[in-house]
């Protein structure tokens, strides 16, 4: 009596749904990319703001015209920078009340570097704390969910 062994057909493995294996390594990576980048943001936002302090110069500003916007002006100034240059340019989200008239003078600092960009009024000084909190707070919860995730999506060997 002949015995025929009989062979048993493998069963596949069900394919695995959802993203595993490289790529989700490849959105962690993503992702701790993406935290990193914000928090790089914060930091040039905190250095941007010490420049300021630092390195602002202040001078008197002459209102040229006044355009009212949502509870507050965009006023346009001239000015005079410590060099001699004539600068004419525009403040924005001025907030005062009374509402300024032409004529007014202004306290004002600027940017030596830029004195036609970048200016301030010298009672509202710029702020940035709660914009540096914001980013480093979402940096830190985009590389907390990149860290949840790549455990979540990590190959697990049976």
């Given at each position: 009596m002949r015995?025929?062994?009989v062979r048993k057909p493998r069963r596949r493995r069900p394919r695995e749904r959802g993203l595993r294996g490289?790529?989700?390594?490849?959105?962690?990576?993503?992702?701790?990319?993406l935290a990193l980048a914000v928090g790089?943001?914060?930091f040039a936002v905190q250095?941007?703001?010490?420049?300021?302090?630092?390195s602002g110069v202040e001078t008197v500003a002459t209102v040229k015209e006044v355009l009212a916007i949502r509870g507050g002006y965009n006023l346009s100034v001239g000015f005079t920078t410590a060099t001699g240059r004539e600068v004419s340019t525009e403040l924005d989200d001025f907030p005062r009340d009374p509402q300024p008239a032409i004529g007014d003078r202004l306290a004002?600092?600027?940017d030596p570097d830029r004195p036609d960009v970048t200016l301030w009024d010298v009672?509202?000084?710029?702020?940035?704390?709660g914009a540096t909190i914001f980013l480093i707070c979402l940096s830190a919860v985009l590389a907390a969910a990149s860290a949840v995730f790549f455990a979540l999506t990590r190959r697990r060997r049976p």
């Open positions: 015995v025929a062994w490289r790529a989700g390594l490849w959105v962690t990576a993503a992702g701790l990319v790089c943001g914060a250095r941007y703001q010490a420049h300021m302090r630092a004002i600092r600027y009672r509202d000084p710029p702020e940035f704390a």
